[in-house]
């Protein structure tokens, strides 16, 4: 047994953290980890938990995690506050995604106290992971509301290749110095980047330009097949003594980070819309354009109110306001999902596997394999259930982007979810 005891950032918000029982080595029990469908939730209503690798170096490797204290449930030990809200952060490693021995595990206790338990604050903390340099496996997040039992889980991997890591860099906000935790940013946030391997050294950036066009339906003949754009410019940044590359305020594209030696690279990519969120008109807009016709979507961007546009259509297709609601909800919180999950060189809701679940839902079940993923509605095996391959694209800078395999006959199913949608009727997988 060993003692992981959390080693915490400067936090947003106060907290308590505890060290619980602690699992590890060869005697660890084994599980089932097939089914993955449970990565993906069903909205934005999951219990929201982010978390990314960094190693500081060759040896010593930390999970940060992030917590919204409004996703969580706080309680009074009576009369009054403080109020208090308890989540078990574990980690569980294995040496495949799909793989049913458990590695190695450790969990910690978050308690947060507070007397407006309905107060918007970031929970943000760390914990050791220990690894065998050399070694690729994967790690399995999980964070559980105590006082609510509910439980979200994020599925992270490991690389083997220092050089082929991008885990070697962090994004961070350079007011305060904490991890961010995506590495697609809006436009006109200032970042920095954290690589203490990096300390003193010359990095070389790429800036490539941001895809454009939409994914093709499933059933297409032209998929559109995507590949990395060359670099339109590049320049150099020297990292200071703490490892730190400051890159300002950066404009929209992609930028790749290398240092000496590195094969693959660190990539952020600025996108000039309101990611990850539907926040305006023309976030609501553009994911419009998978159940609207050419002339609809014209229309409607031509409209002198974008916002009383996309709202009639919505009202025309559930013919009430509070299935427009329900239906607005539903679909755009499938956008936002979508570009949590799945975001490459481009937003989540414009990928591949952003298409399929915005239009089909969150599958009954998803194997993941090292080239891809396969996703199926429905009971396996059964006639009526619907399949989605995903295979992994070859890139310079992300291993997240997948390509589905179309399919001719998938037209059929993809024109009645459609309809669906544009009668305002939801299917909820």
């Known amino acids: 047994m060993r003692n992981n005891s959390p080693r915490w950032n400067k936090c947003i918000a106060p907290l308590v953290a505890m060290p619980l029982l602690l699992a590890c080595g060869g005697s660890?029990?084994?599980?089932?980890?097939?089914?993955?469908?449970?990565?993906?939730?069903?909205g934005p209503s999951t219990l929201r938990v982010q978390a990314r690798v960094y190693h500081e170096g060759t040896e010593r490797s930390l999970i940060h995690y992030k917590l919204n204290t409004t996703d969580l449930l706080y309680k009074s030990d009576g009369g009054g506050g403080p109020y208090k809200a308890q989540v078990r952060i574990t980690y569980s490693t294995y040496a495949e995604a799909n793989a049913r021995h458990l590695l190695d595990s450790a969990s910690t206790l978050v308690i947060d106290k507070n007397d407006l338990p309905g107060e918007e604050r970031e929970l943000i903390g760390t914990m050791e992971?220990?690894?065998?340099?050399?070694?690729s496996f994967t790690v399995i997040v999980a964070a559980r509301d105590m006082n609510r039992d509910n439980e979200s889980k994020v599925l992270l991997t490991v690389d083997a290749d220092p050089a082929a890591?991008?885990?070697y860099y962090m994004p961070i906000d350079p007011m305060n110095g904490l991890p961010l935790f995506s590495d697609h940013l809006p436009l006109g946030r200032a970042v920095?980047?954290?690589?203490?391997?990096?300390?003193?050294?010359?990095?070389q950036v790429s800036r490539l330009p941001i895809a454009t066009g939409l994914p093709t339906p499933v059933f297409s003949g032209?998929?559109?097949t995507?590949?990395?754009?060359?670099?339109d410019s590049s320049f150099r940044l020297v990292a200071d003594a703490n490892g730190r590359i400051d890159l300002g305020t950066p404009a929209v594209g992609t930028?790749?980070?290398k240092a000496a030696g590195d094969s693959l690279g660190f990539a952020l990519h600025v996108l000039e819309n309101a990611y990850p969120y539907v926040d305006r008109a023309t976030d609501m807009l553009g994911p419009l354009r998978y159940i609207t016709s050419t002339q609809e979507y014209e229309r409607m961007a031509a409209a002198e109110d974008l916002r009383k546009a996309v709202e009639r259509f919505w009202l025309d297709a559930t013919g009430d306001r509070e299935r427009a609601r329900e239906a607005i909800r539903i679909y755009y919180g499938r956008v936002e999902n979508a570009n949590r999950h799945f975001s490459a060189g481009v937003e989540g809701w414009r990928s591949d596997r952003g298409l399929v679940h915005i239009i089909f839902g969150t599958p009954t079940t998803i194997y993941r394999g090292t080239n891809g993923e396969t996703w199926i509605f429905g009971e396996e095996n059964n006639l009526m259930s619907l399949t989605f391959n995903f295979t992994r694209r070859r890139s310079a800078f992300t291993g997240n982007d997948l390509v589905l395999q179309r399919d001719p006959m998938l037209?059929?199913?993809?024109?009645?979810?459609?309809?669906s949608w544009r009668n305002g009727r939801v299917y909820q997988n």
């Open 165 to 167: 890591s991008p885990q």
């Open 129 to 135: 992971l220990r690894r065998k340099p050399g070694t």
């Open 255 to 257: 930028y790749v980070l």
């Open 222 to 224: 032209d998929p559109r």
């Open 411 to 419: 037209k059929g199913a993809w024109y009645r979810n459609v309809e």
């Open 192 to 203: 920095s980047v954290r690589c203490e391997r990096c300390a003193g050294d010359s990095i």
């Open 28 to 42: 660890a029990p084994s599980v089932q980890r097939d089914n993955l469908a449970y990565l993906y939730g069903k």
């Open 226 to 231: 995507r590949a990395d754009a060359p670099p």
